[in-house]
């Protein structure tokens, strides 16, 4: 099963270099060496086994970006799964990059009607004002000149785990039934009284499905929480402190961080590179720390699952053997996903 997916942006926006850190496994220390693309780029990336990813990296000079939007118009915007444009944060041709992103959106609207779009504004350790404030003006612009078209707007980086919350979205929409497979993490986080369970794509290390799947707000909203997070339905009532009503209910007692997901891909995908280096090959890992105990194993031939569990009396080797026991069925329930 094939998904055709659109990277677009203008010239030098980096959308190569996040294609090759994601995909590649190049640490972010060599994007500097790779060079502008031309044309049009295509790559199979070959994903959970049977799910091959189309990914068409399009050249953002002027004269490409014209192609695509006469000549090849039909060509490059027919039959995509996904549109990804890309936007670099302290551009100064913000002007000319919408013109274009409007272009596309349209031509993409016209062969392609149901595909999904995100809009990464990139690069931004260089943004020069605070980062929050600079991504929610950046969003702002972004979906008002989309019109009514539905979009996703993220804020990445390739120097943090940025680039991987975008992607692991990214890559949830493409395959069918990943909520089944929530649900069946769900299951296996239960059998070992873990805290939490992860299912990560064997290469890119990129997240497939959790046991317990974030809201995960857009950016517009998350923005408006925070500037009225003491407004209406969130109003305390006369005389109650929100240390009590916090003390009612916590969701979350052991105080994850909220971008553990995807810094843990980042530092898998480092530790692997360094073990390329000197020729030696991850295949799993533990950690028995005062805190937590986690276990990071393969699960099916495409994927490696996390365990993490904050019972001292839980060992690893009983989690361990709850992965071997769950392989079967999560083999079945990927070969399910792929094929409906």
């Given amino acids: 099963m094939k998904k055709k997916v659109l990277l677009m942006g203008a010239s030098g926006s980096g959308k190569t270099s996040m294609r090759s850190l994601i995909f590649s496994n190049n640490p972010a220390s060599l994007t500097s060496r790779l060079g502008a693309t031309i044309d049009v780029e295509q790559n199979h990336v070959r994903f959970l086994g049977d799910l091959i990813l189309n990914l068409w990296d399009c050249g953002g000079q ?37 013109e274009y992103y409007k272009a596309c959106l349209a ?28 991504l929610a003006r950046k969003a702002k612009e972004l979906k008002d000149a989309s019109g009514d078209a539905e979009v996703t707007v993220f804020g990445t980086s390739i120097y943090d785990e940025s680039l991987y919350n975008a992607w692991s979205r990214i890559v949830h929409i493409l395959i069918p039934n990943a909520s089944v497979l929530s649900r069946h993490l769900a299951k296996l986080a239960a059998a070992c009284s873990a805290t939490e369970v992860v299912l990560f794509e ?87 720390l005062p805190e937590f105990t986690a276990v ?11 365990i993490v569990v904050h019972d001292p009396t839980i060992e690893t080797a009983a989690l361990r053997m709850n992965i071997r026991l769950a392989r079967p069925k999560f083999e079945e ?5 792929l094929l409906s």
């Fill in 62 to 98: 002027d004269a490409f970006m014209d192609s695509y939007l006469s000549i090849q118009q039909s060509t490059i915007f027919q039959h995509v799964g996904v549109m990804i444009y890309v936007f670099e944060v302290e551009t100064r041709n913000m002007e000319k990059d919408l």
């Fill in 333 to 337: 329930l990927q070969g399910d996903s």
């Fill in 202 to 288: 064997r290469t890119t290390f990129l997240v497939i499905a959790t046991s317990t799947p974030p809201a995960a707000p857009s950016i517009a909203s998350t923005a408006a929480s925070t500037s009225s997070s003491a407004k209406t339905n969130g109003q305390l009532s006369a005389g109650t402190s929100l240390e009590d009503h916090e003390s009612e209910y916590d969701p979350d007692p052991h105080k994850m961080a909220p971008t553990r997901y995807e810094r843990t891909s980042e530092l898998i995908k480092a530790f692997k590179y360094s073990c390329a280096r000197v020729r030696e090959e991850f295949h799993a890992l533990e950690m028995e």
């Fill in 107 to 134: 031509a993409l609207k016209r062969y392609s009607p149901n595909a999904a779009v995100f809009l990464l504004v990139h690069k931004m350790d260089l943004a020069r004002g605070p980062r929050a404030e600079t």
């Fill in 296 to 306: 990071l194993d393969e699960l099916t031939r495409n994927t490696y699952v996390l």
